[in-house]
């Protein structure tokens, strides 16, 4: 299975901190991992805004990633497009947009994210 992994999950994968249920998923070696290039993006935005609760190195996380055999998914026009068919259930454009990334790719979204999970189509839903 497909399997583009949101924001949050990436990096506790990269802190080793994930919940039992997303490690599952992710160690399953007949599982693609996939990343967006829109988490790097939004992991490079909060660190340029220095939250005291955010210290991830989007520089690490990215090659840590490749090292690590995801492959990333850039973000097409066809992909920002399709955020304009999505309900309005989630007001976050970065997970707006690995929603529609994943409706697009017919593929799924795994995430922790209780809001996200509310929309249909391929979201699995793995709490933390």
Request: aromatic residues 10%.
């Amino acid at each position: 299975m497909k399997l583009l992994i949101d924001t949050h999950l990436l990096l506790w994968a990269a802190a080793g901190e994930l919940p039992a249920e997303a490690e599952w998923y992710i160690a399953d070696e007949c599982n693609l991992l996939l990343f967006s290039s829109a988490s790097i993006w939004e992991v490079v935005i909060k660190c340029e805004l220095k939250r005291s609760d955010f210290s991830a190195d989007p520089y690490a996380l990215y090659n840590g990633l490749l090292e690590n055999g995801y492959e990333e998914l850039h973000v097409t026009a066809k992909h920002s497009l399709s955020v304009h068919s999505l309900p309005p259930i989630h007001r976050d454009p970065f997970d707006r947009i690995l929603v529609a990334q994943a409706i697009s790719e017919g593929i799924s979204l795994l995430t922790s994210d209780h809001i996200a999970a509310q929309y249909p189509g391929p979201v699995i839903y793995v709490k933390n």
